[in-house]
Each structure stands twice: as structure tokens, then as C-alpha cells.
């Protein structure tokens, strides 16, 4: 037998129709893709993004930005994990090696070819990426 949580036997009309099987569906379809999460693994990958990948990932992106924003202010609610803040500083100290990359000039401002060279060189930076986002961390 499958884990039963409490939730499961919440009868809540997701659609506010009055239909049972609208409401059926609306409650698998949440179930299966919560809040922020589309349901597609990410593999992380070291080496920089080509353009039709990088134009691909904008599209993606704002396909799924409602979805995102309301992850953020949920996430916005509760205190950061230890994961999280590692996150955030590794994070802070790419932005950093960027700013210096680009002498302060704005990502916004870069163009995508300018964008991925710095990506490729901040991979080759890893050990003083790591030691910034230590020191941010602490």
C-alpha cells in the first residue's frame, strides 16, 4: 500500500466549478508539478552555454517565470538552509570575478558572446571562486 499523507484526503476544489473530474485532474496535475518545479532534471554542467542553448534557456525561462516567482516568495518566507547561503555565496563570488572581468560594466550590458567568454573564463577560475566564496560565506 502506498504512503497516505493527510493531504491525500483533503477533498479541495482546485477548479471552484463544481465538477468532479475537472477537479480531479486539476489535483493530479498539481500533485505531479508542485509550485517551481517543472518536473525536468537539470544536469549542471562546467562548460559554457552555445547561443541556440543560451536562446533556448531564455525561451524556457520565461515560460516557467510565473511559476519561479511564486517559488521565490514562498522561499522568501522561510530561513535560508546552510545549502542555500553556500549557494548565494558561490553565487556573490562569480558575480564578483564577473564584475572584474568586465571592469563594472552590467551583465545586462554585455552582449551573449561577450557573456559566454566570461563564463568560459570563470571556469578556469574555480579555485579562487571557491576561496571568494568561502571568505563571502563566512
Request: charge should be positive.
Amino acid at each position: 500500500m502506498a504512503n497516505l499523507s493527510f493531504k491525500d484526503f483533503l477533498s479541495v476544489d482546485y477548479t471552484q466549478t463544481g465538477d468532479e473530474q475537472l477537479a480531479l485532474n486539476a489535483k493530479k496535475r498539481k500533485k505531479d508539478i508542485p509550485t517551481g518545479n517543472t518536473g525536468e532534471a537539470v544536469e549542471p554542467t562546467d562548460e559554457a552555454l552555445s547561443m541556440a542553448q543560451r536562446r533556448k534557456k531564455s525561451i524556457q525561462m520565461k515560460k516557467y517565470a510565473s511559476r519561479l516567482r511564486v517559488g521565490r516568495k514562498k522561499a522568501s518566507m522561510k530561513v535560508a538552509s546552510q545549502d542555500t547561503l553556500k549557494r548565494r555565496a558561490r553565487k556573490a563570488a562569480r558575480n564578483a570575478i564577473a564584475k572584474k572581468l568586465t571592469k563594472g560594466i552590467s551583465k545586462a550590458d554585455l552582449t551573449p558572446a561577450r557573456k559566454a567568454e566570461i563564463a568560459n573564463l570563470k571556469s578556469a577560475e574555480k579555485i579562487d571562486n571557491s576561496n571568494i566564496a568561502t571568505k563571502l560565506g563566512s
